[in-house]
Antibody
Framework: QITLKESGPTLVKPTQTLTLTCTFS??????????VAWIRQPPGKALEWLAV???????RYSPSLKSRLTITKDTSKNQVVLTMTNMNPVDTATYYC????????????WGQGTLVTVSS | QSALTQPASVSGSPGQSITISCTGT?????????VSWYQQHPGKAPKLMIY???NRPSGVSNRFSGSKSGNTASLTISGLQAEDEADYYC??????????FGGGTKLTVL
């Protein structure tokens, strides 16, 4: 059974760096093809794909946010960390992590999401 | 990359069929057969309904089906039920090896 859960601050100040952790179970980065993606959703708005990291440490970022994002993994802890620099109120959103595979690039299992508010 | 284009809203009566379109470009929807569809109820995480244009994950009703022609993909829901009322998002793999979502469609069951 695959599960994922996001954790991190609920409130960050403008210009600060956001660090979110996705802790998962039911799969491992030791398995070829495995990946974890991050997606966000501002209140009342659409989903936005952010980044993905794969078992072989290949990383892909949304072109519009690439300069602000870093995605890393800790295979031994079954965790993926996303950092986003220079946070702005428009970055207020629910942030989701999701399981993904390289063979069929879909997000098939999702975490519950974590709401991050950017405000001074 | 720009978001895929979806109608903001669609509606239908119970028992009817509806179709939601998702228009992209030759760099995403038109490039691969890697279009997926997600259902999202208020306050909930998205749920995968269709992947690789036409495939349904285990447990998803066969009332949900997908198709693609050129740069436009479609999700059809037949035999509409009240529980189908939700937001629906399409997503596509891109030639940059990233993904992109659509703007979302609110389905209202009348």
């Amino acid at each position: 059974q695959i599960t994922l859960k996001e954790s991190g601050p609920t409130l960050v100040k403008p210009t600060q760096t956001l660090t979110l952790t996705c802790t998962f179970s039911g799969f491992s980065f030791n398995t070829r093809g495995v990946g974890v993606a991050w997606i966000r959703q501002p209140p009342g708005k659409a989903l936005e794909w952010l980044a993905v990291i794969y078992w072989d440490d290949d990383k892909r970022y949304s072109p519009s946010l690439k300069s602000r994002l870093t995605i890393t993994k800790d295979t031994s802890k079954n965790q993926v960390v996303l950092t986003m620099t220079n946070m702005n109120p428009v970055d207020t959103a629910t942030y989701y992590c999701a399981h993904r595979t390289v063979t069929t690039p879909r997000q098939d299992y999702w975490g519950q999401g974590t709401l991050v508010t950017v405000s001074s | 990359q720009s978001a895929l284009t979806q109608p903001a809203s669609v509606s239908g009566s119970p028992g009817q069929s509806i179709t939601i379109s998702c228009t992209g470009t030759s760099s995403d929807v038109g490039a691969y057969n890697y279009v997926s569809w997600y259902q999202q109820h208020p306050g909930k995480a998205p749920k995968l309904m269709i992947y690789d244009v036409t495939n349904r994950p285990s447990g998803v009703s066969n009332r949900f089906s997908g198709s693609k022609s050129g740069n436009t993909a479609s999700l059809t829901i037949s035999g509409l039920q009240a529980e189908d009322e939700a937001d629906y998002y399409c997503s596509s793999y891109t030639t940059s090896s990233t993904s992109v979502f659509g703007g979302g469609t609110k389905l209202t069951v009348l």
